[in-house]
């Protein structure tokens, strides 16, 4: 019997999302609920939630560095519980599906390119911006296999330390992470804000959705909180345009949401670290697909895994 669907897991460092996806690329079910330590069981009862006879196989995209040959996940700053746990080997076995793994900004990029905002382009580049930064390459209409962990590019030689044991990471100075620690810091240190009023004063509770909410009713500290973090995103963004001379860069994650201030304050600085002849020829828009381009693009890779 020939099967006609996929399942599609995107296994990021907040959230697990798990759904059921046909070849022709629409979602027929989904399930989101938080990435928690010994993510295992949650995973295995979120892909029987959605599992049917008609499932050809199951593809992961997971945070964190991929080790293809043992199926298992090296190293995942956002998630270490994953780490070394031969997770294929569970799906596989429980399921009785082929099973594929990528880290999950690479599946992202693959959904976009095939449904999303990559489709009518060769060759771009993807940044996912939410509790991290993680990246993906389209390269000729292909994945391109490298890494891509283009949000521990260092972008200040002596920054902070970061969870991946580098220092001065993109994803230490851009992300939501990063942000929160920002608008905290200032906090601490007294500076007048309408964040304060919230949670009671605990100023601990705040969320990246409430700086920008902030933000938008003219909050200073929260306006400059998501520049900083901005302008650092800025020269993440130029080194990738610098290095692959894309058609595109393409964003997506949680923080799109905050593109008024945060992304095109990233894009006023990306201008400036630039080859203009480079930044002129592409174009920087936001995920079509927004939480589901991960879902799509594991879906993807698990349909063609037999591909030659």
């Known amino acids: 019997m020939i099967k ?3 399942i599609g897991i995107d296994l990021g460092g907040t959230n697990l999302r798990v759904g059921l996806v046909s070849e022709g690329g629409s979602i027929v079910e989904k399930i989101k609920v938080p990435s928690l330590e ?8 979120a892909i029987s ?4 006879d008609d499932v050809a196989a199951i593809g992961i995209g997971v945070a964190g560095l991929i080790n293809r ?12 519980s994953i780490e070394g746990v031969k997770i294929v080997d569970e799906v596989r076995s429980k399921f009785g599906v082929p099973v594929v793994i990528e880290n999950d900004a690479n599946v992202a ?10 489709r009518d382009f060769k060759n771009f580049v993807l940044l996912t911006l939410g509790t991290g930064i993680g990246g993906g390459v389209i390269h000729d209409g292909m ?3 490298v890494s891509a962990e283009l949000g521990h590019m260092s972008i200040i030689a002596n920054g902070v330390k970061c969870s991946c044991g580098n220092y001065g990471c993109l994803e230490s100075y851009a992300s939501a992470r990063a942000i929160l620690g920002y608008a905290v810091t200032a906090l601490e240190h007294a500076s007048q804000s309408i964040l304060k009023e919230l949670y009671q004063g605990n100023i601990y509770k705040l969320t990246p959705e409430d700086i920008y909410k902030a933000a938008l009713e003219g909050d200073n ?16 963004i130029s080194n990738c345009i610098n290095i692959f001379s894309p058609e595109a860069v393409i964003l997506g994650g949680g923080l799109i949401g905050a593109w008024n201030i945060y992304i095109k304050e990233a894009i006023r600085e990306a201008s400036k670290r630039t080859f203009k ?9 936001p995920s079509s697909l927004g939480d589901n381009a991960g879902i799509m693009g594991a879906a993807y890779l698990a349909l063609h895994s037999g591909d030659e």
């Not at 500290?221 to 993440?236: F, N, T």
């Open 277 to 285: 002849k480079l930044f002129d020829s592409i174009q920087i828009i």
């Open 38 to 45: 010994g993510i295992e069981e949650p995973l295995l009862h």
């Open 221 to 236: 500290l929260s306006r400059d909180v998501l520049r900083e973090a901005g302008k650092y995103l800025g020269v993440g």
């Open 49 to 52: 939630e959605v599992f049917t």
């Open 109 to 118: 990029a693959v959904g976009e390119k095939w449904t999303g905002a990559g």
């Open 4 to 6: 006609h669907h996929a």
């Open 143 to 145: 994945l391109m296999d």
């Open 69 to 80: 040959e043992r199926t298992a996940v090296d190293v995942s700053p956002n998630l270490p």
